[in-house]
């Protein structure tokens, strides 16, 4: 019976060491855990809008916001994975076009991007037909009976150029170019914040996240 009261008296004693020991532990390893957190979350840029692509999309949406009364004080960060390129007018006519409507005219006009436009060359659309390849049924549309163009051929590069020119006058848009997405993890519930990492290692989280590729 001595034996037995000795043996269970030593496994007391170490379990009474081991619990100690694990309480000492605890809070250490609570500690870094919420070290390591806050050193991932201050590596992180935030901002409340990103928008993925700086093409004819994302650049308009940035500026479309930044120009809007409710929305100009809401930080916004624009990632383009190609290089800057500054325009340069040339004499022969770029192949790569785009036909824009009236209201997207109207929407340029509105954040002074359509004026940049105007100044160097557009062409109105002022004629349309459309017809059927299988009959010889066939529609028109002509300006005589409208009151505007229909439409208006404005080549890309000089599209981009004067929507990026107003965008470098929004001081709450952030553009950074040659930022190739790596990761982007949405969150879990409508709180939380998407994170995007880039390539060179960067992270930058929002609420709203637009990819405008």
Same mark, same amino acid.
């Given at each position: 019976?001595?034996?037995?009261?000795? $043996?269970?008296?030593?496994?007391? *004693?170490?379990?009474?060491?081991?619990?100690? /020991? @694990?309480?000492? &532990? #605890?809070?250490?390893?609570?500690? $870094?855990?919420?070290?390591?957190? *806050?050193?991932?979350?201050?590596?992180?840029? /935030? @901002?409340?809008? &990103? #928008?993925?692509?700086?093409?004819?999309?994302?650049?308009?949406?940035?500026?479309?916001?930044?120009?809007?009364?409710?929305?100009?004080?809401?930080?916004?960060?624009?990632?383009?994975?190609?290089?800057?390129?500054?325009?340069?007018?040339?004499?022969?006519?770029?192949?790569?076009?785009?036909?824009?409507?009236?209201?997207?005219?109207?929407?340029?006009?509105?954040?002074?991007?359509?004026?940049?436009?105007?100044?160097?060359?557009?062409?109105?659309?002022?004629?349309?037909?459309?017809?059927?390849?299988?009959?010889?049924?066939?529609?028109?549309?002509?300006?005589?009976?409208?009151?505007?163009?229909?439409?208006?051929?404005?080549?890309?590069?000089?599209?981009?150029?004067?929507?990026?020119?107003?965008?470098?006058?929004?001081?709450?848009?952030?553009?950074?170019?040659?930022?190739?997405?790596?990761?982007?993890?949405?969150?879990?519930?409508?709180?939380?914040?998407?994170?995007?990492?880039?390539?060179?290692?960067?992270?930058?989280?929002?609420?709203?996240?637009?990819?405008?590729?």
């Amino acid at each position: 019976m001595a034996a037995l009261r000795e $043996a269970v008296l030593s496994h007391r *004693l170490a379990f009474m060491s081991l619990s100690q /020991n @694990y309480k000492r &532990i #605890i809070p250490n390893v609570a500690a $870094a855990s919420r070290k390591n957190y *806050l050193s991932t979350a201050e590596q992180e840029e /935030n @901002y409340d809008i &990103i #928008i993925t692509g700086g093409g004819m999309v994302g650049t308009t949406l940035a500026c479309a916001i930044a120009n809007n009364r409710r929305l100009e004080g809401k930080r916004v960060l624009l990632l383009e994975g190609s290089p800057k390129e500054e325009y340069t007018p040339q004499e022969k006519y770029s192949n790569r076009v785009v036909a824009l409507n009236q209201q997207t005219r109207t929407l340029l006009s509105s954040f002074g991007a359509w004026k940049h436009i105007e100044a160097v060359r557009c062409c109105p659309v002022r004629k349309m037909q459309v017809w059927d390849a299988c009959s010889e049924a066939m529609i028109t549309f002509n300006e005589n009976h409208l009151s505007d163009e229909l439409a208006y051929i404005v080549e890309n590069d000089l599209l981009l150029h004067a929507i990026n020119k107003q965008l470098s006058e929004k001081e709450n848009v952030t553009v950074i170019y040659e930022s190739k997405v790596a990761d982007v993890k949405l969150p879990g519930t409508s709180e939380g914040y998407a994170t995007v990492q880039l390539h060179s290692g960067k992270r930058f989280r929002s609420r709203l996240l637009v990819s405008a590729e």
